[in-house]
């Protein structure tokens, strides 16, 4: 599907452990991890009321938003990572009616293929058939609607909005229906975020029974999110005066399904070109295009299918050179489909 007139108006993402969003994109820019690449400390998670697991880097962010107290105990890790790369956003749209303001995020289970929770699970001296998949369920239970409701309460966004929780391209799916959306005049603006919390909630019997050391090492449990804030190109002269210059335009989105066997999950060094070779056999416009960029990667990888995080650092770059042309961004589902997102920076807005 392709788009001329949608603009990203401002973008932001957090790690629970590390950087701010300009930090995280200079390293992105330059290939680099923005985790920090050290196991956690699994002493600093807690068990709270019906075995919510809570840890003290995402408590005091918590603490720091200015919210109702009565409100701020239904945050879940999700929702409190979320509303922290939204909540600046309040003062920049406070002359733009909350009924016009959307939001669209995906969620997703947790950082790692279900597959992988499974073997690790199985591999348990004395695990038998059960614990398994009981363990892969625990891992992934998230509550989106709880994430949905304490950011629209609490931010005062009461346009169209939606969210999608899968283990694969939520985010992808969140900005398909932002675009779709502004598409059909439903929403002005709007925010597409991702986020990926692990561990929401288990037994207590699970928490000290299943956790081995190496299941916490980077980035299966890093704990992040990121969110961009759009509008269609029409609608931005209404925040002229809010001093908020666009940081560039989604171009469009597309999806294939990629022939089985193509993508291996144990080859990532090679996804680049596979996914390049892949797009070009397909016919993909790469006209102008500057930067590609594919998902999983050395980098932004722990992220629910990879994005915003990626087509993010590429808008980053092209702004930081002042370059004109294109940047794609390729999401690898564990599916075996394909997305691609093609965004320019300022230099490529009409």
């Not at 949905?148 to 939606?162: C, F, K, P, Q, V």
Request: charged residues 20%.
């Amino acid at each position: 599907m392709k788009f001329s007139n949608n603009l990203i108006l401002k973008s932001n993402s957090i790690t629970a452990r590390s950087g701010v969003h300009a930090e995280n994109m200079e390293a992105l820019a330059r290939g680099l991890n923005f985790w920090v690449d050290a196991p956690l400390n699994i002493d600093r998670f807690t068990l709270d009321r019906h075995g919510k697991i809570s840890d003290s880097l995402t408590a005091e962010l918590l603490d720091s938003f200015d919210i109702k107290p009565k409100n701020k105990k239904y945050f879940e890790r999700s929702s409190t990572l979320l509303f922290s790369v939204i909540k600046d956003y309040g003062p920049l749209l406070k002359s733009i009616d909350g009924s016009e303001v959307g939001l669209y995020c995906g969620v997703g289970p947790a950082n790692a293929r279900i597959d992988d929770f499974r073997e690790w699970a199985a591999g348990i001296e004395g695990a038998d058939e059960f614990y398994p998949s009981m363990m892969a369920s625990s891992v992934i239970k998230l509550l989106p609607n709880i994430v949905m409701s304490n950011l629209s309460i609490n931010t005062g966004w009461r346009g169209e909005n939606a969210i999608f929780s899968s283990c694969a391209s939520a985010f992808f799916d969140a900005l398909n229906s932002l675009l779709t959306a502004f598409e059909n005049g439903s929403s002005r603006i709007a925010a597409a975020g991702s986020v990926s919390a692990p561990f929401e909630y288990f037994n207590m019997d699970s928490y000290s029974r299943f956790f081995g050391a190496d299941f916490f090492d980077p980035p299966l449990c890093e704990t992040a999110s990121s969110m961009l804030l759009c509008t269609p190109d029409f609608y931005a002269g209404r925040l002229e005066n809010t001093g908020m210059e666009p940081e560039g335009r989604i171009l469009s989105i597309d999806s294939y399904k990629t022939p089985e066997g193509l993508f291996k999950r144990s080859d990532i060094k090679n996804f680049e070109k596979l996914a390049r070779d892949f797009l070009e056999s397909e016919n993909y416009d790469f006209t102008d295009t500057l930067y590609f960029k594919t998902h999983p990667a050395a980098c932004g990888n722990f992220l629910t299918g990879g994005e915003p995080v990626n087509v993010m650092s590429l808008v980053y770059s092209l702004n930081a050179a002042g370059e004109k042309g294109f940047a794609v961004s390729v999401n690898i589902d564990y599916f075996g489909n394909l997305h691609a997102v093609k965004a320019g920076g300022r230099a490529s807005q009409k």
